[in-house]
């Protein structure tokens, strides 16, 4: 026998019509049908007597609704034995013996009913969040706006995720955020249907978790004497004290929260690196023993756990406690960025390494995390760690966090471990995501919304049976340069949003042209939540290439398909009334020139930032040339992007072409034969993003492009930087 739930809301005087229907992340099938369906204000809520899970369901749209309507909607339970309750309203049906996904749901739209069903209240919880959807923007609203008439186009939803790990996570190690805002945050994951909260609470720079027989660790771990200003490299600091952290009835708020919203809480627990927090409270767990302090400089350090019995001791004491908060199956203990350096000079860990047969530090660090593995597992849970786990053999209950890259999580399928897909090309929303000359200063990198909605978390070097191992795909929110909830939304969001669609949508329904219609909706909503998302969807890029003519002509481009860019190359600030750029012809330039550009809408309005283009036109702008060796892990914005007139800025790697292992060989084909009296070229060294400058600098002429004579060679180590010539 089903189970129902009612809604019928009556409204009056103000039409507010929405005829489609934009969803995020996109339903796995939707198929219109004629009519729409009218919500009207003599509203009842009925749910099947007992089901406390479902009643708070109810709760949650009662409340919503009154918020935004100002009208309050009766709960009551009603006998689905009875004919004739089910007439007219919104009704959510609870079979647990239909073949519907454990996270999946069917929402049908008649002209008389809405029915929502579901095998599980999860799925009930999710169609909730996509009924939510359905209705006008204005549902999200922290206002009221009476006298709404809202209409809802007919047609069947049937949708189930793709992957059962969508995951988000949020670092409060380098920056805390209250309980209160981690709420909101969780309303947030929930509303795009993540359903793991990454929750990173320990670092080199604060240990915000309350571990009760380890007092010193809040006392003492977690704060600090001042935080870095403005860019690492510039190495300025703000010289005032930091901290916080969460008492364990907080952690239990914020878990039980979670769980109202259907979202795991994963705790992280970083060892045996990132562990400076915790050596400055307990400094004889460390290989020194003395001298530790809680850092307020980002980046990795050398000072981490020892392997010392009494240190096992204290992370097993640890982690009984974090185990006793947590109900999470999952428990991630990090693993990432260890250096070796002081295991190296420890005479213990030389000799515990003889005594265990351990060959490097590598296999150290293994054994080091196989004696925290079997301790997680014999209480009942699952270890994850990031992928720097699986150097020096892997742990045999171990889920791999692929970072890196994507090599981790294929090497964990392959070994038969299960991933989850993480990597820093398109997960990590702390990187750019526009020009960084006109954003808030981040970390680095360049991930725009595009990038992030193109990722494939599948591998397809993987078996059937491999792929089974992949559990899904999470976005990471690093806080080193994020102090606040309100440019930790602007970062997160919306690339999280392509986050979460990737993690729910199958790949054939994926269309980025579709994601960003929907996407202008969302944002509707999330303004109407108080959410300070990025609007640099609607910012300009650049690119250039040689037309017909041979001339340089500049493209120009925004995400929004439906936006108009104006430009001007006076120097002057685009208006309404400036140039309309040609997209079949682009923007033609003969000599330098600074391109400054802005989408505007069909009122007039400015809708993203100004980007202003520096391009520089010479004998090499435009040329086609050849690489010997492809890049690597390339990170900018035009793979072939040395001759695009595009002088390289510090701050955007968008602008660079970069190489690993291997050196940029490049052959530069002129056209013709011409003088060349002076050539240039810039390259970038940020030491903390491991980029570095070259060695030395060979440049070759030929007239024939088959033999070549050297005009000039640099030995840029002993030239321009003696002092860091190892680098």
Not at 149 to 177: E, Q, S
Not at 700 to 727: C, H, L, M
Request: glycine share 8%; proline share 5%; with cysteine.
């Amino acid at each position: 026998m089903k189970k129902v739930i009612f809604l019928i809301l009556i409204c009056s005087i103000v039409s507010v019509g929405q005829q489609t229907y934009n969803i995020i992340p996109k339903p796995t099938k939707i198929t219109p049908q004629s009519g729409l369906f009218t919500l009207t204000d003599k509203a009842k809520i009925l749910i099947p007597q007992g089901n406390n899970e479902i009643n708070a369901i109810a709760e949650l749209l009662s409340e919503r609704v009154m918020v935004a309507t100002g009208f309050q909607l009766n709960i009551e339970t009603y006998d689905p034995n009875k004919s004739g309750q089910l007439s007219t309203g919104v009704a959510f049906s609870l079979d647990k013996n239909s073949k519907i996904p454990e996270e999946g749901y069917t929402i049908n739209v008649s002209k008389s009913a809405i029915s929502i069903t579901a095998s599980t209240t999860k799925g009930l919880f999710y169609g909730y969040q996509t009924l939510l959807q359905i209705l006008p923007t204005s549902i999200y609203s922290s206002s009221t706006t009476p006298n709404t008439k809202w209409t809802i186009p007919c047609g069947i939803i049937n949708d189930a995720p793709r992957y059962a790990y969508r995951g988000l996570m949020l670092d409060v190690g380098r920056h805390f955020y209250t309980t209160d805002y981690i709420k909101k945050f969780i309303d947030i994951m929930a509303m795009h249907k993540f359903n793991q909260f990454h929750w990173h609470l320990t670092e080199d720079q604060g240990w915000r978790i309350e571990i009760k027989k380890y007092p010193q660790l809040t006392a003492i771990g977690s704060k600090r004497k001042q935080t870095m200003e403005g860019h690492y490299s510039e190495q300025r600091y703000d010289g005032t004290p930091y901290g916080g952290y969460y008492t364990q009835e907080e952690i239990k708020e914020v878990i039980r929260y979670a769980q109202s919203k259907y979202i795991n809480v994963i705790p992280e627990i970083e060892m045996p690196g990132h562990a400076l927090a915790a050596l400055a409270a307990y400094p004889e767990l460390g290989c020194k023993g003395s001298g530790y302090e809680v850092t307020g400089t980002w980046g990795v350090h050398d000072d981490v756990f020892c392997p010392y019995d009494k240190t096992f001791e204290f992370l097993e004491n640890v982690l009984t406690e974090v185990i006793d908060l947590f109900p999470s199956k999952y428990i991630h203990i990090g693993g990432d960025e260890c250096p070796k350096t002081t295991w190296k000079e420890s005479k213990f860990c030389q000799d515990l390494m003889k005594k265990e047969g351990l060959k490097d530090e590598h296999e150290l660090q293994s054994y080091f995390i196989k004696r925290i593995d079997k301790f997680i597992t014999s209480k009942g849970r699952k270890m994850i760690g990031w992928d720097e786990i699986l150097e020096g053999g892997i742990s045999p209950n171990a889920t791999i966090m692929s970072w890196r890259g994507i090599e981790g999580g294929v090497a964990a399928a392959k070994q038969n471990h299960d991933a989850i897909m993480t990597p820093t090309s398109h997960c990590y929303l702390d990187y750019y995501q526009s020009n960084p000359a006109s954003e808030p200063l981040a970390i680095g990198g360049y991930l725009p919304l595009e990038k992030v909605y193109s990722y494939e978390p599948m591998p397809k070097e993987l078996s059937a049976e491999q792929a089974k191992r992949i559990l899904g795909v999470q976005g990471n929110i690093w806080t080193e340069y994020i102090k606040t909830p309100e440019k930790l939304e602007y970062m997160a969001f919306p690339r999280a949003t392509a986050i979460a669609e990737i993690g729910w949508s199958q790949p054939e329904q994926k269309n980025f042209a579709d994601f960003s219609s929907r996407l202008k909706v969302q944002f509707e909503r999330m303004q109407n939540m108080g959410i300070n998302f990025a609007k640099s969807y609607y910012d300009i890029s650049a690119s250039s290439s040689l037309n017909a003519k041979s001339q340089v002509a500049v493209k120009l481009k925004t995400t929004d398909n439906q936006a108009l860019i104006r430009y001007t190359i006076d120097g002057t600030e685009p208006t309404a009334k400036s140039m309309a750029y040609n997209p079949n012809q682009g923007v033609i330039l003969t000599k330098d020139a600074i391109i400054r550009s802005a989408a505007f809408n069909e009122k007039g309005e400015k809708l993203g930032k100004v980007l202003d283009k520096y391009f520089f036109i010479n004998k090499s702008t435009g040329k086609t040339y050849k690489m010997a060796n492809e890049p690597l892990k390339y990170t900018g914005g035009e793979k072939y992007g040395l001759t695009n007139g595009v002088r390289g800025e510090e701050k955007n790697m968008a602008t660079w072409v970069g190489l690993e292992g291997k050196d940029l060989d490049v052959t530069l084909d002129l056209g013709q034969i011409m003088e060349v009296s002076r050539v240039m070229m810039a390259f970038l060294r940020a030491s903390n993003s491991w980029i570095l400058y070259p060695r030395w600098v060979e440049i070759k002429t030929s007239v024939d492009g088959k033999n070549f004579e050297t005009a000039q060679k640099i030995d840029i180590d002993n030239a321009i930087r003696p002092e860091n010539s190892a680098n």
